[in-house]
């Protein structure tokens, strides 16, 4: 399965320094879960387990798993990464997405 996921560059280092710290076989999964102020939130999570169905997506030392039910929410999406006055966070750049929260972990479709 490919899905449409993209990783930035600065997400990719990101994920890349920890996964680092993580050791051997980490790779970090992005879901898409019920909940949050506007009807589904992302997570993330080190993992260390690839399941048959997950989408794997890498650039550089970064390597994204995305379980199959993540994946139709996820198309087309892009995984960045920003440092600004407010703090350093992932930030998903969804065009499902039709309407998000203030802080932008959860979404609505």
Do not use: W
């Amino acid at each position: 399965m490919t899905a449409s996921v993209t990783i930035s560059e600065r997400a990719a280092r990101r994920i890349g320094e920890i996964l680092t710290k993580e050791g051997d076989g980490a790779m970090l999964r992005i879901s898409v879960e019920g909940g949050g102020c506007s009807g589904f939130q992302y997570k993330f999570d080190v993992d260390r387990a690839k399941n048959a169905d997950d989408t794997v997506i890498a650039r550089d030392s970064a390597v994204v798993l995305v379980d199959s039910a993540s994946v139709p929410f996820l198309e087309g999406a892009e995984l960045d990464f920003v440092d600004d006055l407010i703090g350093a966070s992932f930030r998903v750049n969804n065009p499902n997405a039709t309407a998000s929260c203030g802080c932008g972990t959860s979404f609505s479709v």
